[in-house]
């Protein structure tokens, strides 16, 4: 099984920025889609941004749509969550998996259920 480990959350200020990162090891995730989810205390697991094996097709929720940007180095194994005009909503913990469903769907690439491997969460706290 991939492992994955996220890095880059921390505090930030209201309209500030941060760029999470998501490490993969033990093979290689080139063909995979990759998720960004987000869990603040007492809610649900929600859906960040997902993109697919190629690094070509993405999706986002509505609420970060415009603000967010997920893209992957495969080289690297690396796959990136840029987050920009941040607000206090968005405090929560991120967290980034892999779907090893082959192919891309949207529908599918929000889902939690369909991912089989997940890291273990960087902390991103929205100061007002």
């Known amino acids: 099984q991939v492992q994955l480990v996220e890095s880059g959350g921390g505090l930030v200020q209201a309209g500030g920025s941060l760029r999470l990162s998501c490490a993969a090891s033990?093979?290689?995730?080139?063909?995979?889609?990759m998720g960004w989810f987000r869990q603040a205390p007492g809610k649900e697991r929600e859906f960040v941004a997902a993109?697919?094996?190629?690094?070509?097709?993405?999706t986002y929720a509505d609420s970060v749509k415009g603000r967010c940007t997920v893209s992957r180095n495969n080289a690297k194994n690396t796959v990136y969550l840029q987050m920009n005009s941040l607000r206090p909503e968005d405090t929560a913990v991120y967290y980034c998996?892999?779907?090893?469903?082959?192919?891309?769907?949207?529908?599918?690439?929000?889902?939690?259920?369909?991912?089989?491997?997940w890291g273990q969460g960087t902390q991103v706290t929205v100061s007002s």
């Open positions: 033990g093979r290689t995730f080139t063909v995979d889609t």
């Open positions: 993109v697919s094996g190629s690094g070509r097709s993405t």
């Open positions: 998996a892999e779907d090893r469903n082959p192919g891309f769907n949207t529908a599918r690439a929000s889902s939690a259920n369909e991912y089989d491997s």
